[in-house]
Nanobody, 122 residues
Framework: QVQLVESGGGLVQAGDSLTLSCETSPRTFSTYAIGWFRQAPGKEREFVAAISQFGASTEFADSVRGRFGISRNYHRVLYLEMNSLKPEDTAVYFC????????????????WGRGTQVTVSS
């Protein structure tokens, strides 16, 4: 079974930094690529960032590249480091897992967390 639990969301000011965490199951750490998606009210869910099974590859959406970082550790925790946050980053952020890294980048995931709210005030 694959379980994903996000945490770390909150209310911040534009320009601030915030780091989200996603706790994953043991199998998820080695077998699945994991990443982040986000969804704002009235909008479709969009890809944010992803990292391959053992961290060899990473990918970011154009809107966050250069501002966000993604990493995973040996304790099965995925991180999304967000810097220079903008009001446009406001959304519910979801942790997701897929057996294929490129599929995840393309928007397809087999498992999803329940999400954590990030609100950036101008």
């Amino acid at each position: 079974q694959v379980q994903l639990v996000e945490s770390g969301g909150g209310l911040v000011q534009a320009g601030d930094s915030l780091t989200l965490s996603c706790e994953t199951s043991p199998r998820t750490f080695s077998t699945y690529a994991i990443g982040w998606f986000r969804q704002a009210p009235g909008k479709e869910r969009e890809f944010v960032a992803a990292i391959s099974q053992f961290g060899a590859s990473t990918e970011f959406a154009d809107s966050v590249r250069g501002r966000f970082g993604i990493s995973r550790n040996y304790h099965r925790v995925l991180y999304l480091e967000m810097n220079s946050l903008k009001p446009e980053d406001t959304a519910v952020y979801f942790c997701a897992a897929s057996g294929e890294f490129l599929s995840l980048v393309s928007g397809s995931a087999e498992y999803w967390g329940r999400g954590t709210q990030v609100t950036v005030s101008s």
